[in-house]
């Protein structure tokens, strides 16, 4: 198994003296932020899907072995609510196939009114290229069923864990042999960190969803305020050491062998 870690987006002003030092302008921010972590998700795509130009940029300022992840645009998730998916998704993958190598996995992250639908989610799964992982998070209580799991499976996506509040907030199905984990919002202080145990919880859990696997699981913390993000981040990578699972390397920052 190896677990890649990192954050939700790069670009946060108050992670300034967090993660990226005074004298470092903020378009070479991205180069700072992958001398810390192995993997970022793209979250600003969710708002606006950037231009081809802008992801081959993106692919030659990040080292090899560097993961981007990428959220679907809004436009195929909540304006078209899935429906009629082949332009969207035709889209967003010619644009994201400008990172290369370092394009990771795309997330679709459903409406919380969005209610369950199947056979909706398996024709927008079906337009995604051939060996594109696809994680899926649902945010209403009506996705929970077994036919669901079985359209996730079927198609080798990932359902999406998330936590909010420190404990999990969807089911933890394993339904592809690779894996995706969100973090929102912890409990701890300074609001909204994570806490050791929490964080310690979620590694237990990584382990024994891929027992003895050879698996990759990719872990966001989407807690940008303030910078808990980064500091959640680089816990989790030194939680994971310990626990003897392998994380992909992370650069100048890297903790994980003290």
């Known amino acids: ?19 990226y ?17 192995a993997a970022v998700e793209n979250n600003a795509a969710f708002y606006r899907l950037p231009e081809r130009a802008t992801f081959a940029d993106w692919r030659e300022r990040t080292p090899e072995g ?6 679907a645009s809004r436009y195929l998730t909540h304006i078209k609510r899935l429906k009629a998916p082949a332009e969207p998704v ?9 990172l290369g190598r370092r394009l990771g996995p795309v997330l679709l992250q459903l409406p ?14 079906a337009r995604f290229p051939t060996g594109t992982r696809v994680a899926v998070e649902p945010r209403h209580p009506s ?16 359902l999406c864990w998330a936590d909010r509040g420190s404990r999990p907030v969807a089911p933890l199905w394993r339904t592809a042999d690779w894996g995706y984990l969100r973090l929102h919002e912890g409990r701890a202080r300074p609001f909204p960190s994570y806490g050791r145990k929490a964080l310690v919880s979620w590694v237990e ?22 910078g808990a993000a980064v500091r959640n981040a680089e816990l989790f990578v030194r939680l994971a050491v ?12 890297d903790s994980s062998h003290e």
């Open 205 to 226: 859990r990584i382990a024994e969803g891929w027992p003895g696997a050879r698996a990759d699981v990719f872990v966001f913390f989407n807690n940008d305020v303030g």
């Open 21 to 37: 030092p005074e004298g470092v302008p903020q378009r070479r921010w991205l180069e700072e932020y992958a001398r810390s972590f």
């Open 143 to 158: 996705w929970w069923t077994d036919e669901v799991a079985d359209v996730l499976a079927g198609r080798g996506a990932a």
């Open 112 to 125: 919380p009114n969005l209610r369950a639908d199947p056979g909706l989610l398996d024709a927008a799964l």
């Open 242 to 253: 310990s626990a003897g699972l392998e994380t992909a390397g992370q650069g100048g920052r």
């Open 90 to 98: 035709a889209r967003l993958m010619d644009r994201a196939a400008a």
């Open 1 to 19: 198994m190896t677990v890649f870690v990192g954050t939700s987006g790069w670009q946060y002003r108050d992670w300034r003296g967090v993660l």
């Open 66 to 71: 560097f993961v981007m992840a990428v959220k």
